[in-house]
C-alpha cells in the first residue's frame, strides 16, 4: 500500500516569501503531524490534525500554520520565511486517535536563502 | 518537557547488545521508538502504554516503567541494518493524545 506522501521534496525560497507544504496520508489514516527536524534541535512537534481539526500545535510562532482536508490531506503553510526556517518537515499519520504509531514520509527540505 | 536519551552514541560490533534508555520528567501516557537512517524518515518500531507492557519484534523489545517515566529499548544480537539513530517519543498524560516530543536521538553504528 501506498506510504506518506509529502510533496515537494526539495524547496529553495528567499528570505520574506511564504511556502506551503503538503502532505497525503495512508489510505484510511484520520492523524496527520508535522514535524520540523534540525541538526540542532532535533524533532520537533509543529502541529496534529484529526478529521480536519488541529487538536494539538507546538511551540512555534504563527508564521507556521496548517489545515486538513476532508480526504484527510494535509498541508502546513510558512510565511515571511526567515533562514531559520531551514529545515526537513516531516509529516505522519496514524490510523486513529489513540495508542497507534506513526508512519512518516521522506519530508520536504527546505532552504531558506 | 523533551525526553532526555542515553546513551548519546553507541558503537557496536555484530552480534552484541545494547540498551538505550528514554527519561522523562512528566507522567506519560506512551512511549514510541522510531529509527532513522540517514536520509531517511524515521520508521516507527514499537509503542508502549501505561502498564509496563512490554513490546517487541525479531531481537528488538522494549520496556516502560510508568512510576520512573523511563523506557529502555533492547537490542539483542545487533546487526549491520541496526545502525542509525533511535528516537524515543513520548505522549504525556497532560496534553491531547497525537502530540509526541521526541529525544534528541542516539546514534547506533553497528559494525562487522
Known amino acids: 500500500k501506498a506510504g506518506v506522501t509529502q510533496t515537494p521534496r526539495y524547496l529553495i525560497k528567499t528570505r520574506g516569501q511564504q511556502v506551503t507544504l503538503s502532505c497525503s496520508p495512508i489510505?484510511?489514516?484520520?492523524?496527520v503531524s508535522w514535524y520540523q527536524q534540525t541538526p540542532g534541535q532535533g524533532l520537533q512537534f509543529l502541529f496534529e490534525?484529526?478529521?480536519?481539526?488541529?487538536?494539538n500545535k507546538g511551540n512555534f510562532p504563527g508564521r507556521f500554520s496548517g489545515r486538513q482536508f476532508s480526504n484527510s490531506r494535509s498541508e502546513m503553510n510558512v510565511s515571511t520565511l526567515e533562514l531559520g526556517d531551514s529545515a526537513l518537515y516531516l509529516c505522519?499519520?496514524?490510523?486513529?486517535?489513540?495508542?497507534?504509531?506513526?508512519?512518516f514520509g521522506s519530508g520536504t527540505r527546505l532552504t531558506v536563502v | 518537557q523533551q525526553p532526555v536519551q542515553s546513551p548519546q552514541a553507541v558503537i557496536l560490533r555484530e552480534g552484541e547488545d545494547a540498551v538505550i534508555n528514554c527519561s522523562s520528567s512528566?507522567?506519560?501516557?506512551?512511549v514510541h521508538w522510531y529509527r532513522q537512517k540517514h536520509g531517511e524518515a524515521p520508521v516507527f518500531l514499537m509503542i508502549?502504554?501505561?502498564?509496563?507492557e512490554q513490546k517487541g519484534h525479531e531481537k528488538i523489545s522494549a520496556s516502560f516503567n510508568e512510576k520512573k517515566q523511563q523506557s529502555s529499548l533492547y537490542l539483542t544480537a545487533s546487526q549491520l541494518s541496526y545502525s542509525g539513530t533511535y528516537f524515543c517519543?513520548?505522549?504525556?498524560?497532560?496534553?491531547?493524545?497525537?502530540?509526541?516530543?521526541f529525544g534528541q536521538g542516539t546514534t547506533l553504528q553497528v559494525k562487522p
Open positions: 505522519a499519520s496514524s490510523k486513529e486517535a489513540g495508542p497507534y504509531g506513526y508512519t
Open positions: 489510505s484510511g489514516h484520520r492523524s
Open positions: 490534525y484529526f478529521s480536519e481539526t488541529q487538536r
Open positions: 512528566k507522567a506519560l501516557y506512551s
Open positions: 508502549l502504554l501505561k502498564g509496563g
Open positions: 517519543g513520548t505522549e504525556e498524560v497532560d496534553s491531547n493524545t497525537g502530540k509526541l516530543i
